[in-house]
């Protein structure tokens, strides 16, 4: 099978002469190169046309290409896994086309880096507690349900728990703008991710002016001291900025 096409692994400023040390997503060693256009270039690999599997193996090799490429060059737009384009004028073709887009992007992130932190209450009886004290009625309904036959409580039991999942709902709102009035001074954006289960508070990612990181970890180790017992923060050092790049090039197939 011909290896016409290009993986494409990320945009980057400027070009990088030669082949990069990884090996590219594929069997056997595959050589990743740049294709420049003016002052960006494509780190891209040769690529059969057809579909690229979502394998441990390849899911690696795509993350090892851009640990490398970050290593030289800290601003980076990457693309979604398995993008391929026809051949190398299509990447070509894709560099002009888009040129300005991505020109301003990577002004807006030059110079930052995303850091994550995510919030965990510790201890969730003693949340669901907080909930009864701050809400008298679900807690008198509660002891109300706690009275009768369990057999003839199942309606009664379906809406206390509705009761508690909106009340707990509206709790993590109000604890995650809490904290992120405490750490948002540094960060010129920020991104909400999704939570999982009653625990996860919060999960957001902050762009940072790279000058700003350290203030920001201190602020985070302030919050982890105030917070102790209660809330354990897990913090994400520095990353290329994935959360605040908004590109949708296509690339022809």
Not at 40 to 57: G, N
Not at 168 to 195: N, Q, V, W, Y
Not at 220 to 232: A, P, R, S
Request: proline fraction near 5%; include cysteine.
């Amino acid at each position: 099978m011909t290896k016409e096409g290009r993986y494409l692994y990320c945009l980057i400023e400027g070009t990088h002469e030669g082949s990069f040390q990884s090996c590219g997503v594929g069997n056997g060693k595959v050589d990743v190169r740049t294709v420049p256009f003016r002052d960006i270039s494509a780190v891209v690999s040769e690529s059969a046309l057809d579909l690229v599997r979502a394998t441990p193996e390849n899911c690696m090799q795509h993350e090892k290409v851009l640990e490398e490429v970050v290593r030289n060059h800290p601003v980076i737009l990457p693309f979604e896994f398995g993008t391929v384009a026809p051949d190398q004028k299509g990447v070509e073709a894709m560099l002009r086309k888009n040129y300005p887009q991505i020109r301003s992007t990577l002004r807006k992130i030059s110079g930052r880096v995303e850091v994550n932190v995510k919030a965990v209450w510790r201890e969730m009886k003693d949340v669901f507690q907080e909930i009864l004290d701050e809400h008298k009625m679900i807690a008198h309904y509660k002891a109300e349900i706690a009275k009768k036959p369990f057999d003839g409580t199942y309606p009664d039991r379906i809406k206390i728990g509705q009761m508690i999942s909106e009340a707990l709902r509206e709790k993590k709102e109000k604890e995650t703008e809490k904290l992120i009035r405490s750490l948002r001074r540094h960060a010129k954006d920020l991104m909400r991710g999704p939570t999982f289960g009653d625990e996860m508070i919060m999960n957001v990612s902050f762009l940072l002016p790279r000058e700003k990181k350290e203030p920001f970890e201190k602020d985070v180790h302030t919050l982890g001291d105030q917070y102790e017992g209660k809330i354990d923060f897990k913090y994400e050092d520095e990353r290329p900025p994935y959360s605040f790049v908004n590109l949708n090039l296509r690339v022809k197939t």
